[in-house]
């Protein structure tokens, strides 16, 4: 093991591991009312007025909450994007609202958050995976190119997954302002997500760039097996044989 496989492999684990960390800010807040978990959600918008809603929201990966992340309701996997009011809203911008959920979604939003969470889940399965594959990394090239691998899978997934958060969002912010509502972006939660996504892919570089590290120079001399020593060799055995032809010319000599 060369010190750069080490190194590489180290330096990888350390993104990859800053990856995950960012990812389980964004899963599980909500959980809790401390920081970051507090201040990290994807939007909050202004519900007053929506039958069934908090005078204000924020959507998290689990939840929907009252500012602070505060008075949330129940954890749900994938939780439609309507649940934050009653069925058969009234108040609520119209794209938001359709037949799915409970007839509280729109099937847009209903069906892209839903296979965000997904993606968000299979991300965070193989960049674990990626994460224990990676000390491999650090003996050698055959554990770069698996933890690489692996780590490429989480990133293909995560690439897919934010971007449905993002459009998901967006699009709901924009939903809320036509209607008259003030909404906002939550800053941790797309800089968790996206930081996330960064360091990613940084780590999948290094990964890869270790499968390289280790290997051994061309070695050059004599001794390498390459041209130089078969020049080398072409030229010691001509010598041989003309010290060879010189010295018996001389015992002829001798003798004659």
Do not use: E
């Not at 009312?33 to 007053?48: E, G, I």
């Not at 039958?51 to 008075?71: E, H, I, K, V």
């Not at 055995?237 to 010295?247: H, K």
Request: a positive charge.
């Amino acid at each position: 093991m060369r010190p750069t496989d080490a190194g590489l492999g180290l330096t990888s684990l350390i993104f990859l591991a800053t990856s995950i960390l960012f990812l389980l800010f964004v899963i599980l807040a909500g959980v809790t009312d401390v920081t970051p978990f507090n201040k990290t959600y994807f939007l909050s918008a202004a519900t007053n007025g929506i039958t069934g809603a908090r005078d204000r929201t924020q959507w998290t990966y689990f939840y929907m909450c009252s500012p602070g992340n505060l008075n949330c309701g129940g954890a749900w996997p994938a939780p439609p994007f309507g649940w934050a009011w009653d069925h058969d809203p009234t108040g609520a911008p119209a794209s938001l609202v359709g037949s799915h959920g409970g007839n509280t979604t729109s099937m847009y939003f209903y069906y892209m958050w839903r296979f965000g969470w997904v993606f968000y889940l299979m991300t965070l399965f193989f960049s674990v995976l990626a994460f224990f594959t990676g000390f491999l990394a650090c003996c050698g090239r055959l554990g770069s190119a698996l933890a690489g691998l692996s780590t490429m899978i989480a990133l293909f997934f995560y690439s897919i997954a934010v971007s449905l958060m993002t459009a998901t969002f967006v699009k709901a912010r924009v939903a809320f302002a036509r209607d008259g509502r003030d909404a906002s972006l939550g800053r941790y939660g797309f800089g968790f997500s996206w930081a996330a996504w960064a360091c990613l892919f940084v780590s999948m570089v290094l990964f890869f760039l270790g499968t390289r590290a280790g290997k051994d120079k061309a070695p050059s001399g004599p001794s390498s097996g390459g041209w130089g020593s078969r020049f080398g060799r072409k030229r010691s055995v001509r010598s041989r044989r003309s010290y060879d032809l010189n010295g018996s010319r001389r015992v002829k000599d001798d003798y004659s």
